[in-house]
């Protein structure tokens, strides 16, 4: 067999073709083989569209040996901004806005800028607070002019110290009643009856009570008969019992 000759070259995707012969002379046999495909050639990249602020890009790549072509996208570049440049001042109640511009397409983007709100000064009273009821102050905003009122807190009761207005008992309660200095307003307080504990009882004591005249004579008279009455009944009974002495020795007499 002779050597391998290309009858079909390969291309970047399709396979070619080898053929050999016989050499012997009038042999018409022959051998053909496959021949693998040489694969693309791709370049590098080329930039094809170019990315903006909001739009992709694209590549492209092609192949040196057919017509055969890559493509990929680039991401968007994104604006860039320059430093934010106030165009509208905020008040005290409205909004202010700041402009900013893309370095690279000159697109504009605003951003608000938040209102100052009052800055309220130079209070006055317009209606004094009492003890009950809030009073009223006036100021004006030092930046607009405008005035605004705010509430002024209630003073609350001022009491003095709280005096008896009724003095309590055993059986009924007693009241405290005590004074805002301020306006005059009273509150009271209840005073608890009054507890008192059992005496201990006390013996009675002889006096001696001065006595008239009268009555000592009397007093005299009635003592000298007692003291008569009771010798008379001692000389009763002293004779009483001497007889029965005697009586009883006269018997033992006879008897013996």
């Not at 004074?179 to 009273?186: I, L, P, R, V």
């Not at 006096?207 to 000298?224: E, I, L, Q, R, Y």
Request: net charge negative; aromatic share 2%.
């Amino acid at each position: 067999m002779g050597s391998w000759s290309q009858t079909k070259a390969p291309g970047c995707t399709t396979k070619g073709t080898e053929q050999r012969k016989c050499t012997v002379s009038g042999c018409t046999h022959s051998e053909t083989r496959k021949v693998e495909a040489v694969g693309h050639s791709l370049g590098s990249w080329q930039t094809t569209k170019e990315a903006t602020c909001e739009s992709e890009g694209e590549q492209t790549k092609a192949c040196s040996k057919c017509t055969y072509t890559e493509k990929r996208t680039t991401d968007s570049l994104g604006h860039k901004f320059s430093n934010p440049v106030v165009t509208k001042e905020p008040t005290c109640t409205e909004d202010g806005v700041e402009t900013g511009k893309c370095t690279r397409c000159n697109k504009e983007t605003t951003n608000s800028i938040k209102a100052t709100g009052h800055t309220m000064e130079d209070f006055t009273v317009t209606v004094e607070p009492t003890c009950t009821a809030e009073g009223k102050k006036e100021g004006s905003c030092v930046n607009c002019g405008v005035k605004a009122e705010e509430p002024i807190k209630a003073r609350g009761h001022a009491f003095g110290e709280a005096v008896v207005t009724k003095e309590a008992t055993e059986t009924e309660t007693g009241i405290k009643t005590a004074t805002c200095t301020a306006c005059g307003e009273t509150k009271e307080e209840e005073i608890p009856c009054i507890t008192t504990e059992p005496e201990a009882p006390v013996e009675d004591e002889k006096t001696d009570a001065p006595v008239s005249d009268d009555n000592k004579n009397k007093d005299d008279g009635n003592n000298a008969l007692w003291i008569l009455i009771a010798i008379g009944a001692v000389v009763v009974l002293v004779g009483a019992v001497t007889a029965i002495i005697l009586i009883k020795k006269k018997k033992t007499k006879a008897a013996e």
